[in-house]
């Protein structure tokens, strides 16, 4: 039985971008992508073996593993969609202000000794006042001096004055996500513009700092728009992309919205992987509800960090079964990778 013309066409379409793995990045257009992703007939091996075999070229089987705290939780005056912490929504998550510098240190010691080789200090709000900035300072300078941990802030909007106290305490990195698509951004937020966050990702850059930038994948978007983000992040400073899947939240405006289905997360990190060959991606938010049994082949799909631990206001599964899953896989956590 001979293959149908489009099958033949999608095989042709995947030998072409693997011939071109050994080259100094992948040239694909998002159209490219979109045909690719979009097409009925992709068999979700055969673009693994793609993904896979990218990442090898740049990454080896290094790996590194984020862990976050909750530093401030809540009353956040934005809107964004899925969150449980906007002052929006009526959810029943626990608020708080500001943790104590002992508080920041602790997490941070008893996640280097669970196996973290970086440590991001995650805060609710549009931003922080001087006050507050200060005090992580104090809890980086003492993180520094006491671990081997890359350390990262996701502060929300940065100032000059603020990623200049933050630069200079020994913080290395920034975590600013774009969460979707431009096109599809005022469907999830309109308390702030898009350009807004592309500032901040700009002022990180600009203050000395390592910029990791991602998104949330299950927002309602379209695969298009999933290439779009994945080409916007291509054009901007980042080294490392965060890929999160939406866990539906009781009480958020996107409660009622279906979660991806394993075969379409796992594509949305091939997406990343195709378009950014070179940068680290790390899958992060939302991986255990989503990808169920198929948590392990998130490095088929490309990505070269994980996520251990709890999230935000979500828990995450036991650190030990993902290091074993690591190790499983073949893989060596590695403190230099993707570091600030």
């Known amino acids: 039985m001979q293959p149908m013309k489009d099958d033949t066409m999608l095989h042709e379409q995947i030998n072409v971008l693997r011939d071109m793995i050994p080259e100094n990045g992948l040239s694909v257009t998002a159209e490219e992508i979109c045909a690719l992703v979009e097409n009925k007939d ?82 609710s709000g549009h931003s922080l006042n001087e006050a507050e900035i200060d005090r992580i300072c104090q809890a980086v300078e003492i993180i520094v001096k006491k671990t081997r941990l890359t350390i990262c802030g996701s502060l929300g909007m940065l100032s000059q ?62 695969w298009k728009q999933r290439v779009e983000l994945a080409f916007t992040l291509k054009g901007l400073p980042v080294d490392t992309i965060p890929v999160n899947f939406l866990n539906p939240v009781k009480g958020t405006r996107l409660q009622d919205m279906p979660l991806l289905s394993p075969r379409d997360a796992l594509l949305c990190i091939a997406i990343m992987r195709l378009v950014n060959p070179e940068k680290s991606i790390t899958v992060c938010g939302g991986r255990e509800i989503t990808l169920k049994d198929f948590q392990s082949w998130v490095f088929k799909a490309g990505a070269n960090g994980l996520m251990i631990g709890n999230y935000l206001t979500t828990s995450g599964r036991d650190i030990a079964m993902d290091m074993d899953m690591v190790r499983d896989c073949g893989h060596t956590v590695t403190m230099d990778e993707a570091r600030g």
């Open 42 to 123: 992709l068999h979700l091996s055969d673009i693994l073996s793609l993904t896979d075999q990218i990442r090898r070229a740049h990454k080896n089987n290094r790996v590194f593993l984020c862990s976050i705290t909750n530093a401030k939780s809540g009353k956040c005056s934005q809107n964004c969609a899925f969150c449980a912490q906007s002052s929006f929504h009526e959810t029943r998550i626990e608020t708080y202000p500001l943790l104590s510098v002992d508080e920041l240190t602790e997490k941070a010691f008893f996640m280097e000794k669970k196996g973290a080789t970086h440590y991001s200090i995650v805060t």
């Open 161 to 222: 004055a603020g990623a200049k106290k933050l630069i200079s305490s020994g913080m290395t990195r920034y975590h600013h996500n774009l969460e979707t698509a431009r096109s599809h951004f005022d469907k999830i937020c309109t308390t702030h513009s898009y350009d807004e966050d592309l500032d901040t990702i700009h002022t990180a850059v600009d203050n000395g700092f390592a910029v990791c930038s991602g998104g949330i994948f299950g927002l309602g978007e379209s």
